[in-house]
């Protein structure tokens, strides 16, 4: 059965860090390039950053270019999302999708055939 499963959310206060993860199950991770999306309340999801599977190159939506690191370690299976300087506007929820290159990242297509069941990020103090 093939499952993505984020963890690491919570409650942080503006200008602290998380770190996200993604850990697949079924599926090699490796095979594919993976993206992080968030869902804010009342707000469409946004494609926020992606890391091929071929050469590791990463890409990031100019609202967290800087202040977020996308990584994979395939020898767990796992992509993280280092997230630093954490803002109110961070709040949403947190999917992890596969596959998932720049296009989708920037317009939404292809639409992944996987995604995780999501983690929620709160930025309040």
């Known amino acids: 059965q093939v499952q993505l499963v984020e963890s690491g959310g919570g409650l942080v206060q503006p200008g602290g860090s998380l770190r996200l993860s993604c850990a697949a199950s079924g599926f090699t991770l490796d095979y594919y390039a993976i993206g992080w999306f968030r869902q804010a309340p009342g707000k469409e999801r946004e494609g926020v950053s992606c890391?091929?599977?071929?050469?590791?190159?990463?890409y990031y939506a100019d609202s967290v270019k800087g202040r977020f690191t996308i990584s994979r370690d395939n020898a767990k299976n796992t992509v993280y999302l280092q997230m630093n300087s954490l803002k109110p506007e961070d709040t949403a929820v947190y999917y992890c999708?596969?596959?998932?290159?720049?296009?989708?990242?920037?317009?939404?297509?292809?639409?992944?055939?996987?995604w995780g069941q999501g983690t929620q990020v709160t930025v309040s103090s």
């Open positions: 999708a596969a596959p998932a290159g720049i296009a989708t990242i920037r317009w939404g297509l292809p639409v992944p055939d996987y």
């Open positions: 890391i091929s599977s071929s050469d590791g190159s990463t």
